[in-house]
């Protein structure tokens, strides 16, 4: 999340969410720190890209098991499902059931086309997957002097370890220092070419710094997944470095080449990073490139800002289909909607951000993507609103002149009749599917999962009692939510 949230209320108890000076002023690294999240070792069919060349400097080189292969299968578009699960991690010992286990399937949609993706285990909603980070004494100085400046280390999962790893710390308002509880990203192949944890090239580790109820990324994926729309698949994950426990951690997929072959048949698009602006003319240069660095052509961001510029309201989708994946849209802003994403695009109260945007090159157009959903599934942070008012545009009030704060095409949307009258169709569809992912006996399951290890995570920054009272908070959110949907399309004549 980009802007500074200034706190959580549960049960009447102030929540402060910040403890690191810094996060009131973090943002993002820049291109060239090296954060380029979906930039992977480049395959023997894939262009060469000098600015991915591993970082000088010697150094081990991979550790045990982790092998050299990618995500394989061909990806249906959209839809299917994961493959199958493997062992459970960090001393679960059974095996997981991978795609419907005992709670649920691996939060995934997309397909690997029959074959097994080996990463599946890692994120099986009925493991617990233990990842121990090992950081010498100068990577942990590094760190505290600048956190996000990628540094040596090595990660262990299960059996597998990867020395030579790069590590460092992730987050904006979320940002906290290395003897906190600081959420971490982790490149295995930024030093040895190839290296990867189960086809894996990127890990992220959420520290829930404004999630008290520790289970609100892994439920809001489940709703995009179940949508067959393309999202991360996430659970939680129990994290250790050098030895020593650092707590419960949300375990979301990287949105990497790797990630995207899971749903695009084609991964050779630009993958673009939010950077708090909107799709206006003049804003192409904001948006962070995450693939084709080197080659930085951003004809593609300049058409799409044009043809919203220049759309009419009355042919509003029709004239955006050149360019955007309109059905997905729609569908991608319901679910935002009904999973009470306040950060992210169409109904952030602050700016837009938390979303990736991928230019399918065998389509043509543009995909949302969805990131940072620490936010959803609860109240507004100061507690004056419920529920996401889905046809009213939201209005920043944090800045001078209370300017509208949802996002530009989804307000174009609103301004047109019939993309209106679209909108509230893919709501009706989208609040069934909610209700038929039986949210609050899923989050029932994954409470009992992880109860006695937030009980021992002492670096989380909210008492026992507020986890409790922040659970029992997200059941009575659950349980209200698709009915609200429904009232407010009543209300609105649909």
């Given at each position: 999340?980009k802007a500074?949230k200034?706190?959580?209320?549960?049960?009447g108890?102030?929540?402060?969410?910040?403890?690191l000076?810094?996060?009131?002023?973090?943002s993002?690294?820049?291109a060239?720190?090296?954060d380029?999240a979906?930039?992977?070792?480049k395959?023997?069919?894939e262009?060469?890209?000098?600015?991915?060349m591993?970082?000088?400097?010697?150094?081990?080189g991979?550790?045990?098991?982790a092998?050299g292969a990618?995500a394989?299968?061909t990806?249906a578009?959209?839809g299917?499902?994961?493959?199958?699960?493997g062992?459970?991690?960090?001393?679960?010992?059974?095996?997981?059931a991978?795609?419907g286990g005992?709670l649920g399937?691996a939060?995934?949609?997309?397909s690997?086309g029959?074959?097994?993706?080996?990463?599946?285990?890692?994120?099986?909603q009925d493991s617990?997957?233990?990842?121990?980070?090992?950081?010498?004494q100068?990577?942990?100085d590094?760190?505290?002097?600048d956190?996000?400046t990628?540094?040596r280390g090595?990660?262990?999962y299960?059996?597998?370890?990867?020395n030579d790893?790069?590590?460092?710390i992730?987050?904006?308002?979320?940002?906290?220092?290395?003897?906190?509880?600081?959420?971490f990203?982790?490149?295995?192949?930024?030093f040895v070419?190839?290296?990867?944890?189960l086809?894996?090239k990127?890990?992220?580790?959420n520290n829930m710094?404004?999630d008290?109820?520790?289970?609100?990324?892994r439920?809001?994926y489940?709703v995009?997944?179940?949508?067959?729309?393309?999202a991360?698949r996430?659970?939680?994950?129990l994290?250790?470095?050098n030895?020593?426990f650092?707590?419960v951690?949300?375990?979301v997929e990287?949105?990497?080449?790797?990630?995207?072959?899971?749903?695009?048949?084609?991964?050779q698009g630009n993958?673009?990073?939010?950077a708090?602006?909107?799709?206006?003319p003049?804003?192409?240069?904001?948006f962070?490139?995450?693939?084709n660095?080197?080659l930085?052509d951003?004809?593609?961001?300049r058409?799409?800002?044009?043809?919203?510029?220049?759309?009419?309201?009355?042919t509003?989708?029709?004239?955006?289909d050149a360019?955007?994946?309109?059905?997905?849209?729609?569908?991608?802003?319901?679910v935002?909607?009904a999973v009470?994403?306040?950060?992210?695009?169409?109904?952030?109260?602050?700016d837009?951000n938390n979303f990736?945007?991928?230019?399918?090159?065998?389509?043509?157009?543009?995909?949302f993507l969805p990131?940072?959903?620490d936010l959803?599934?609860?109240p507004?942070?100061d507690?004056?609103?419920?529920h996401?008012?889905?046809f009213?545009?939201p209005v920043?009030?944090n800045?001078?002149?209370?300017?509208?704060a949802?996002g530009l095409i989804?307000?174009?949307?609103?301004?047109?009749?019939s993309c209106?009258?679209?909108y509230?169709?893919?709501?009706?569809?989208?609040?069934?599917?909610?209700?038929?992912?039986?949210?609050?006996e899923?989050a029932?399951?994954?409470?009992?999962?992880?109860k006695?290890?937030?009980y021992?995570?002492?670096?989380k920054?909210?008492?026992?009692?507020?986890?409790?009272?922040?659970?029992q908070?997200?059941l009575?959110?659950l349980?209200s939510?698709?009915?609200?949907?429904?009232?407010e399309?009543?209300?609105?004549?649909?």
């Amino acid at each position: 999340m980009k802007a500074f949230k200034p706190f959580h209320r549960y049960a009447g108890a102030l929540v402060l969410p910040c403890l690191l000076a810094a996060c009131h002023g973090a943002s993002k690294p820049s291109a060239a720190s090296g954060d380029t999240a979906g930039e992977e070792a480049k395959s023997p069919d894939e262009p060469h890209d000098p600015d991915h060349m591993p970082a000088a400097g010697g150094g081990a080189g991979a550790g045990s098991g982790a092998g050299g292969a990618g995500a394989s299968g061909t990806p249906a578009a959209h839809g299917g499902s994961s493959g199958a699960g493997g062992p459970a991690a960090g001393g679960g010992g059974a095996p997981s059931a991978g795609a419907g286990g005992a709670l649920g399937s691996a939060g995934a949609s997309g397909s690997t086309g029959g074959a097994l993706d080996p990463s599946t285990e890692l994120f099986a909603q009925d493991s617990l997957p233990r990842f121990d980070i090992t950081l010498s004494q100068e990577s942990m100085d590094a760190l505290s002097t600048d956190p996000t400046t990628y540094v040596r280390g090595s990660i262990r999962y299960g059996a597998i370890t990867l020395n030579d790893v790069a590590v460092r710390i992730k987050g904006e308002a979320s940002l906290r220092g290395i003897t906190q509880k600081a959420a971490f990203k982790i490149k295995t192949d930024e030093f040895v070419a190839g290296q990867n944890l189960l086809g894996l090239k990127r890990i992220t580790l959420n520290n829930m710094a404004q999630d008290p109820t520790f289970l609100s990324e892994r439920l809001a994926y489940q709703v995009y997944a179940a949508a067959k729309l393309p999202a991360p698949r996430c659970n939680n994950a129990l994290v250790y470095v050098n030895d020593d426990f650092y707590g419960v951690y949300a375990n979301v997929e990287s949105e990497d080449k790797v990630f995207l072959r899971r749903f695009f048949s084609n991964v050779q698009g630009n993958l673009y990073e939010d950077a708090q602006v909107d799709f206006e003319p003049g804003n192409e240069a904001a948006f962070q490139l995450q693939t084709n660095e080197a080659l930085n052509d951003r004809s593609d961001l300049r058409a799409f800002t044009a043809a919203i510029a220049a759309a009419k309201d009355e042919t509003f989708l029709s004239d955006m289909d050149a360019t955007l994946d309109t059905a997905h849209f729609l569908k991608f802003t319901a679910v935002e909607g009904a999973v009470d994403q306040w950060d992210m695009y169409g109904y952030t109260y602050f700016d837009p951000n938390n979303f990736r945007l991928y230019h399918d090159p065998a389509s043509g157009k543009f995909t949302f993507l969805p990131w940072g959903m620490d936010l959803s599934l609860k109240p507004f942070l100061d507690g004056s609103m419920v529920h996401v008012p889905l046809f009213k545009v939201p209005v920043y009030e944090n800045k001078p002149g209370n300017h509208d704060a949802g996002g530009l095409i989804f307000r174009r949307c609103l301004a047109s009749p019939s993309c209106k009258n679209q909108y509230a169709q893919a709501l009706k569809s989208v609040a069934d599917l909610y209700d038929a992912q039986k949210l609050d006996e899923l989050a029932a399951q994954y409470y009992a999962q992880i109860k006695e290890h937030v009980y021992r995570d002492w670096r989380k920054e909210y008492s026992n009692e507020q986890f409790e009272d922040a659970y029992q908070s997200l059941l009575t959110h659950l349980r209200s939510r698709s009915a609200a949907i429904r009232g407010e399309l009543q209300a609105a004549g649909y």
